[in-house]
């Protein structure tokens, strides 16, 4: 079952289902603001909160979120441009600006140098503080159930986005960063316009 105690999840969990075991988790502010921002990204949970509020932007309509070039030698793609109504973003914008008020502080991160992951200390004003790997996993499993995991969500989302007939490709790299292994996805870049087709596909499920 590798790291997964009880063996890897491959089913998909509907939206409803997944709001309403949130509604019933009766998270804290921050710890529902983290479950929604990686339900809806998709990233990894590393990904997720090493964020810090330079990359957070609001427009009218969108919260949009800068997560750079993706680890373990993702592509870098724009900004994924998160519609304002959908359920439970309103947590994470509120994080993202609590952050703002905060002193910037020390919090350990990983980055990747030559295929080898290196631990290095950063400074700045972390939109998720007190969250890392195993207060990620709590999370989740708090939400879902014991037998879940945060990458879990990573796939949720991938293959929501899969389901759509229109799908390629080329819009699952451009929303994920993910390089695929295939000779074909070698050739392919990744597209602005495909990352917004994935998020119009999901706006008929959140609004």
Known sequence: MGKYKFGKKEEILPFRLIKQKVINANLRLRDEAFFWFLYYCGVRKSEAYERVAGDFKKSATHLIVDFHRRKKGGAEVPPLQLPLNWY???KIVMSARIALTY???Q??????KNGKRVRTVRKDRWVFPRIQSTKAWEIVQNVLGEEYY????????LTEIA????????RLKSFSGIKSTTALDSYLGTAKKEQQKAIEYMSQKYE
């Open 107 to 112: 919090k350990a991160v990983y980055i990747y």
């Open 103 to 105: 002193r910037p502080k």
């Open 150 to 157: 945060p990458h879990f969500l990573r796939l949720n989302r």
């Open 163 to 170: 389901q759509d007939p229109t799908a390629s490709l080329t």
């Open 88 to 90: 439970g973003i309103d």
